[in-house]
């Protein structure tokens, strides 16, 4: 549904995004994450057409979105981050006005309108001028413009600034509903606790480079090719401990913290659970035993202190 | 295409402006106006009723025109820069609508207001004029043209707005209606056809005023013509490049405006030569300069000035951005792109341009030899004045893309002000070394400037040390500049540094 193929853009001495190369499949809610000046806003505002690459090609439902703008934007909304609505109008003055610039058939709108306006709440605030909205509600009114013409495509840059938090979960439910519904997202953010829950993929971004991609499991299971299992123990078993981990080939890393320790493991499940065995019958007294699990925040943390790449 | 009534643009603009309280208060106001109006123009005109209307029709009319005017060029004027000031441009731009679209619901929904008072009043106006014996005619063709004035008004604007950082609602009326108010100066010139730009010379011609600068017919092609034929001819004429460059750009990124492809600023510049020589009056044309006419050296002096201006123009609206210079080096040392290309740099199409211009100018002289001799012309004289301007302009665009290309803020207006400031430093170095000495001051003149090109005769200019001199130093200035500007874009970009995550 959205393919960026090496896509390119440098800013005067700056590559911004350099040769991007992504496949999001239909349905997909995709999330973009990176540390401030990774390359996400930019990737984001070539993908939907704002900012013409240096180089490479978007494709939205098969459209080139630089070559067919206008077909290419009736599967599209967009959202950024910080942005003003048109306040001399009213909320439905100003969906019809969007309803109208995306050519939607006439005898649709009104009933769209009042669809919309209900996904995000706003039927109490249907006729009232804008400017008398707050700034979460104005937020709600801008991904009810975004989804006016129902893309099949939603490209979301930072979308829950300054929603408060009922706000942003009901912005979680409602992609969630847009997905069953078939439209693809792809969403932008710098907060993880923001996509982690519900993105089905994600796309790791550091100095412009897509440096992981793919679900969740598979980004952390290739991270995880050395398990960091911790252990703790009861008694004065470091020495032996220190030993038996040592004649474990697939066993390495050990460092010890009082009556606690880690080490890094390449083996199976099954690999590790004869580590424990053959540890309790050498005597030590475990106390605890288990694999630290890699969470996405962690490889964030990684690829912010520029471990990945 | 959307019918202008139904695109959203001017719908928006009419919802918003013309809410009903606002629009009844609006009406009233008007009303309110046109009789006080009324009572000025009776207190002036007491005796006779038929004089009494026309005056009342002709101060209503210019209270229209300036509100038309002012309010097409300041709302147009910032339009643009506001929306992207608001943040909500972006949000248009990813709609639907083309970016014709777009101007046609700017151009007709922005001043939807000033056309609003104007309908209001409209009625009490015809009246008058009607009460006052003007033709059904001549009050249609006044409210055609007032039309096409303010759609012409508005174009300019939109394009200014669409170029402009910030928006500024004086600078930019200023911007347009000053320059227009120019035109109506040419009136007394061997060029009275550009006057029609003006509007006003129609206005006056469909009133029958008998204003002095009219008197004389203006030519089109050397035929007497009308400014009721030339103003529409001229608006549409200059509103079509309007358009072209509002089309091209308005959905772009500022920094990635390109008001024109080169070969349409080549061809603007052919088109202006065009209008140079379509416009000169051959009855202003004498062997002898007298008070009211100019010889055929005189006229291919003026064309070859205007084209310097215009290599100049042509070289900034061609400006290349860093990224994509470097990206047509790439492609030009990959054998894909040669030095006529989009997004090259903009020297080979000056050339272009200053072959073009010269090749009217032939054209011209040869068109007219029947009647003025092709050795008045001094067509050779005209090619070295060309070469040398051409040179000092392919220099000067140059240094301006050097800029563009360097790390500076705000390279463009950085880049216009050093060459201000330089051209202003070598005529006062010039001023001082030639104390005593007219010989060192032309010297230094031909040296660092072209102005000399145009203060002295032929044999002067083609002999002349100094001015040979000064083609060589401003080739080898170029050649620097041309290498600065290859090591700036041969530089391998590097990677953004990102910031840590919050």
Known sequence: ?309 | MLKFWRNPEFVRHVRAELRPPRAITVALITLVVCVLVGLLSWANEREDPREFFRLFHVWLVGIQATILGFWCASGCGQAIARERDLKTYDFLKTTRLTAGEIMIGKVTGVPIMAYFTVACSLPVSVAAGALGGFSPGTLIGIYLLLLMFSLFVSLAALVLSMLLEKSGTAAVSLLILLPMGCFFALAESPFQGLSAVSVLPAIFTLYGTDATPLRQAPTLFGMTTSYLLLTPLLLVAFGAWLVLMLVRNLKAEREQIRLLSRWQAVGLGAFLNLLFYVFLNPQRLASQESYNTITPHDAANLATALNGFLLLLIGFVTLTPQEKLKAWWRRRKAGEEGYFSESGLPWPWLIAAAAVAYALLVAEAAGMSSVIPLGQWRLKAAALQLVVLLVFAMRDVLFLQWCNVSSMKRPLVKGVLYLALYYIAVSIIAGVAGIGSDARRLFMFQLTTPFTVFSHPTPVLRGSLGLALGMGLQLAIILLILRAITGRIRRPASTTASASPT
């Open chain 1, 1 to 309: 549904m959205i393919r960026l193929e090496k896509l390119r853009k440098e800013f005067d001495d700056l590559v911004a995004v350099n040769d991007l190369q992504v496949f999001i499949p239909e349905g997909e809610i995709y999330g973009l994450i990176g540390p401030n000046g990774a390359g996400k806003t930019t990737t984001i505002r070539m993908a939907c057409g704002l900012l013409e690459p240096t180089a490479g090609r978007v494709f939205i439902n098969n459209v080139d979105v630089h070559e067919k703008p206008e077909r290419a934007q009736q599967f599209i909304g967009y959202l950024s981050d910080f942005f003003s609505v048109y306040e001399d109008l009213k909320v439905w003055e100003y969906l019809d006005y969007f309803a109208h610039a995306y050519k939607m058939l006439d005898g649709g709108i009104p009933a769209r309108i009042d669809e919309v306006i209900a996904q995000v709440n706003l039927e109490v605030k249907r006729d009232e001028m804008i400017k008398g909205l707050s700034r979460g509600m104005k937020q709600r009114l801008g991904i009810a413009r975004a989804v006016i013409h129902r893309p099949k495509v939603l490209l979301l840059d930072e979308p829950a600034s300054g929603l408060d938090p009922k706000a942003r979960l009901d912005l979680r439910n409602l992609l969630r509903s847009l997905r069953e519904q078939g439209t693809t997202v792809l969403i932008s953010s710098h907060i993880l606790t923001e996509l982690e829950g519900f993105c089905t993929s994600i796309g790791l971004m550091e100095k412009g480079v897509m440096v992981r991609s793919g679900t969740i499991e598979e980004i952390t299971a290739a991270e995880s090719q050395h398990r960091v299992v911790r252990l703790a123990w009861l008694g004065d078993a470091e020495t032996t401990i220190k030993s038996r981990l040592a004649a474990q080939a697939k066993a390495s890393g050990l460092m010890v913290s009082g009556r606690e320790g880690v080490f890094k493991f390449a083996g199976t499940d099954d690999e590790l659970a004869a580590v424990l065995s053959d540890l309790v019958a050498s005597g030590v007294h475990v106390l605890s035993f288990g694999e630290v699990k890699q969470t996405v925040e962690d490889i964030y943390m990684k690829l912010s202190r520029h471990e990945v790449m």
